[in-house]
């Protein structure tokens, strides 16, 4: 087997980790349940629980990987006590990799066909029902589904090919730096639109009225399923760039780094949303609608809009390939080490795979729209987004954790001495129990929301 590959920089780690963690939820979601649960006094119970449930569980997936410099199919085997059966996850989180992409790849896809559609002026001048209809037409097109799922997936894969410095962290950082950039420039676009600031006021002014409306609670429930499926955590896919780190810095300080880019990210999005969408009076609302009709209908309508809606798209497929890029990654290290392959037949291998197993959620809207799975209405895509997000991710959370802070895992001290060793902020001894017990409890809390 080669020596294992690590990453040219520091900056190139936190930008491929952050690129995993900053998906399409950032922009579809994020803003949308901030301007629902209270704004701003929301924010701060999300940035609380980023810093009590999100971070330390990253920075535990983190040194499981770097403690055993493997993919986390192996990663278990070299870390558990001789005769436990941790390793059985690993294999889990690798099913869930792939899982994720069965459905990531196609939204994917139609980012990039939103991005081309803007390009080549696809959408000026139609009126918003014109914009509502292409969504759907779209949506019943097989052709189109298929053809822009390919193209993320091959796309994916030869970046994946070429090699961790030269290709996955050498284009990752490109994209992540374009996207911060086309956000910022997009952002300051939003806040000097006449009645921009109107909707900054609803996006970022702590409501404690809305906050009593919508209940206490379910603003904490809201804010820790936030803070939680926003980083990808519990399927490895963080476990695999902790796999290629160096031990100059601690775990945790690594860890709020990727988190505050993150959020960063998050926010961001909402200063590019929440402004355009009440200058141009249209509710911003939550999921595919938001990013499919409503902000196209606001582009539209907007003085030169083909290039602002073009650059949406751009950033928008910037965010969804830079999550591609980090799992694809995951895939074919997993692959390397357990078939013993070569990266170039790994990533050939998995091209071929990883177009099959996309197939159904492609197909999910016009083909196989009669299969509802979870109930009338349902796709394939939420059926696939379900498995993933409220089964795999909390659970898979949970077995991180215990591993690594109990003594029939690989035991706190271990887990400690890992996580501390570099420069930067340390995991205190005074956090154990909050570690071990508390945590496990809000993991389980999480989980069974999703599931109710």
């Given at each position: 087997?080669?020596?294992?590959e690590?990453?040219?920089?520091?900056?190139?780690?936190?930008?491929?980790?952050?690129?995993?963690?900053i998906?399409?939820?950032?922009v579809?979601?994020f803003?949308y349940v901030v301007?629902?649960?209270?704004?701003g006094?929301?924010?701060?119970?999300?940035l609380?629980f980023l810093?009590?449930?999100?971070v330390?569980?990253?920075?535990?997936?983190f040194?499981?990987?770097?403690a055993?410099k493997?993919s986390?199919?192996?990663?278990?085997?070299?870390?558990e006590?001789?005769?436990s059966k941790w390793?059985l996850h690993g294999y889990v989180?690798m099913?869930?990799?792939?899982?994720l992409?069965m459905?990531?790849?196609?939204?994917?896809g139609?980012?990039?066909y939103?991005f081309?559609?803007?390009f080549?002026?696809k959408?000026?001048?139609?009126s918003?029902?014109q914009?509502?209809?292409?969504?759907?037409?779209?949506l019943a097109?097989?052709?189109?589904?298929v053809f822009?799922?390919m193209?993320?997936?091959?796309?994916?894969?030869l970046?994946?090919?070429?090699g961790?410095q030269?290709?996955v962290e050498?284009?990752?950082?490109?994209m992540m730096i374009g996207l911060?950039?086309l956000?910022i420039?997009?952002?300051?676009?939003?806040l000097t639109l006449?009645?921009g600031m109107?909707g900054?006021?609803f996006?970022?002014y702590?409501?404690?009225?809305k906050?009593?409306?919508?209940g206490?609670?379910?603003?904490?429930v809201?804010?820790m399923n936030?803070?939680f499926?926003t980083?990808?955590?519990?399927?490895g896919?963080?476990?695999?760039?902790?796999?290629y780190?160096?031990?100059?810095?601690t775990?945790?300080?690594e860890a709020?780094n990727?988190?505050?880019?993150d959020?960063?990210v998050?926010?961001?999005a909402?200063?590019?949303i929440f402004?355009?969408?009440?200058?141009?009076?249209?509710?911003?609302d939550s999921?595919p609608s938001?990013?499919f009709?409503?902000l196209?209908?606001v582009f539209v309508?907007m003085a030169?809009?083909?290039v602002?809606?073009?650059?949406f798209?751009?950033?928008?497929?910037?965010?969804?390939f830079?999550t591609v890029?980090?799992?694809?990654?995951?895939?074919?290290?997993?692959c390397?080490?357990l078939?013993?392959?070569?990266?170039?037949?790994a990533?050939r291998l998995?091209?071929?795979?990883?177009v099959i197993?996309?197939l159904?959620c492609?197909?999910?809207?016009?083909?196989?729209?009669s299969?509802?799975p979870?109930?009338?209405?349902?796709?394939v895509?939420d059926?696939e987004?379900f498995?993933?997000s409220?089964?795999l991710?909390?659970?898979g959370?949970?077995v991180?954790?215990?591993?690594?802070?109990?003594?029939?895992?690989?035991?706190?001290?271990?887990?400690?001495?890992?996580?501390?060793?570099?420069?930067g902020?340390?995991?205190?001894?005074?956090?154990?129990?909050?570690?071990?017990f508390?945590?496990p409890?809000m993991?389980v809390l999480?989980?069974?929301?999703?599931?109710?």
């Amino acid at each position: 087997m080669n020596q294992r590959e690590t990453f040219g920089s520091r900056l190139g780690f936190l930008l491929l980790s952050a690129g995993c963690a900053i998906g399409i939820g950032n922009v579809w979601r994020f803003p949308y349940v901030v301007g629902q649960n209270g704004g701003g006094a929301f924010v701060l119970f999300y940035l609380l629980f980023l810093a009590i449930m999100g971070v330390p569980v990253l920075s535990m997936e983190f040194a499981v990987g770097r403690a055993s410099k493997k993919s986390p199919v192996k990663a278990y085997q070299s870390l558990e006590k001789p005769g436990s059966k941790w390793h059985l996850h690993g294999y889990v989180a690798m099913a869930g990799n792939y899982m994720l992409m069965m459905f990531y790849t196609t939204v994917a896809g139609w980012m990039l066909y939103y991005f081309y559609s803007f390009f080549i002026g696809k959408f000026s001048g139609l009126s918003s029902e014109q914009v509502g209809a292409a969504f759907g037409e779209m949506l019943a097109s097989p052709g189109i589904n298929v053809f822009w799922m390919m193209v993320v997936v091959v796309v994916g894969i030869l970046i994946c090919s070429m090699g961790l410095q030269k290709g996955v962290e050498r284009i990752t950082k490109g994209m992540m730096i374009g996207l911060l950039s086309l956000m910022i420039v997009m952002a300051v676009r939003g806040l000097t639109l006449k009645g921009g600031m109107e909707g900054l006021a609803f996006y970022l002014y702590p409501d404690f009225e809305k906050m009593a409306e919508v209940g206490i609670g379910n603003v904490i429930v809201a804010a820790m399923n936030q803070s939680f499926f926003t980083l990808s955590l519990g399927i490895g896919a963080m476990a695999i760039f902790g796999s290629y780190l160096g031990k100059d810095n601690t775990l945790l300080g690594e860890a709020v780094n990727v988190a505050v880019l993150d959020t960063f990210v998050a926010i961001t999005a909402g200063l590019i949303i929440f402004p355009a969408c009440f200058a141009y009076g249209v509710n911003p609302d939550s999921g595919p609608s938001l990013v499919f009709i409503t902000l196209p209908n606001v582009f539209v309508s907007m003085a030169g809009g083909r290039v602002w809606g073009s650059l949406f798209f751009l950033f928008m497929s910037f965010a969804a390939f830079s999550t591609v890029i980090a799992v694809f990654e995951n895939i074919i290290a997993c692959c390397m080490e357990l078939f013993n392959m070569e990266r170039k037949n790994a990533a050939r291998l998995n091209m071929a795979l990883l177009v099959i197993l996309s197939l159904p959620c492609a197909l999910g809207y016009n083909v196989l729209s009669s299969f509802e799975p979870l109930g009338a209405g349902s796709s394939v895509l939420d059926l696939e987004d379900f498995i993933v997000s409220n089964l795999l991710l909390p659970l898979g959370s949970l077995v991180y954790l215990l591993f690594c802070t109990w003594k029939f895992g690989w035991g706190m001290e271990n887990y400690r001495n890992e996580a501390n060793e570099g420069r930067g902020p340390k995991v205190p001894v005074c956090v154990q129990n909050y570690l071990k017990f508390v945590l496990p409890v809000m993991i389980v809390l999480v989980f069974l929301q999703g599931v109710l």
